[in-house]
């Protein structure tokens, strides 16, 4: 009798020890199942047009006195500004910038300064400013010409900016944000799975650079060189997968 009930016993206890088994089994199984995710990375791109354009330069004028070298420049500035005007900018759209001078002293044939000064020099950088951006490209390549009326300009690259940036910043990251669960549900799908809710998510930095380009930098590009640009924005997001 006793040997009939330590049978049955450990009988129970196999059984018991088995069924825990599986039951360990199939928790791991679908809890390893509810700990999977997938992690993938989306982008966005936008072509867009400046709407804001920056050109720069300097007058600069030279003579054997402060004062003439100073009278010079003032003279160069009336013809500057009705050059301008013509070409469609108002007065009030051109800013001028504080007058620098400096002077060349004779030196002896030691190369050490004698005290005589051979030139003054005075300059003055301007800045023009036009929400037309066509019309600044076009004049930043036709203001050296005012060398044929005795203003002498040195013109830098213009600049073009498209100003509703901080709104568009949004829009991309979120373009992006789509296209990477785009990404993971084509994914999740193709492997027989389901995907889960949002773990993670990290915005890269934004990329405008000229249309086409390849650059991409780490601190991300902000071009300013052309009117026309392309904002890339990058989203790396980690999913549930089920």
């Not at 700990?35 to 993938?40: A, G, H, K, L, R």
């Not at 054997?64 to 010079?72: C, G, H, L």
């Not at 910038?97 to 020099?121: C, H, M, W």
């Not at 213009?158 to 789509?178: E, N, R």
């Amino acid at each position: 009798m006793e040997r009939k009930q330590l049978i049955i016993a450990s009988t129970i206890f196999s059984v018991a020890v088995i069924i825990g088994m599986i039951i360990l089994s199939v928790t791991w199984h679908n809890n390893y199942k509810m700990n999977q995710t997938i992690s993938v990375t989306g982008s966005a791109k936008e072509v867009i047009t400046s709407d804001l354009g920056y050109l720069r330069g300097t007058i600069k004028t030279s003579g054997q006195t402060a004062a003439e070298a100073y009278q010079k420049l003032q003279d160069q500035k009336p013809i500057l500004l009705s050059y301008l005007k013509e070409k469609g900018f108002p007065t009030d759209s051109v800013r001028f910038f504080t007058v620098n001078s400096y002077s060349r002293e004779q030196l002896d044939e030691k190369g050490r300064p004698t005290g005589k000064i051979l030139a003054y020099y005075y300059s003055q950088r301007i800045e023009i400013k036009s929400r037309d951006v066509n019309l600044i490209q076009k004049i930043s390549l036709d203001i050296s010409s005012l060398i044929t009326k005795g203003v002498s300009f040195d013109v830098e690259p213009p600049q073009y900016f498209y100003t509703d940036l901080a709104g568009l910043k949004v829009d991309i990251q979120a373009q992006a944000a789509k296209d990477a669960m785009d990404r993971a549900q084509r994914i999740a799908k193709s492997t027989g799975r389901t995907l889960g809710p949002l773990t993670g998510a990290r915005m890269g930095v934004l990329q405008i650079t000229p249309v086409n380009s390849t650059r991409v930098s780490n601190y991300g590009i902000h071009d300013v060189t052309t009117i026309k640009k392309e904002i890339t924005g990058v989203v790396s997001a980690t999913f549930m997968i089920k």
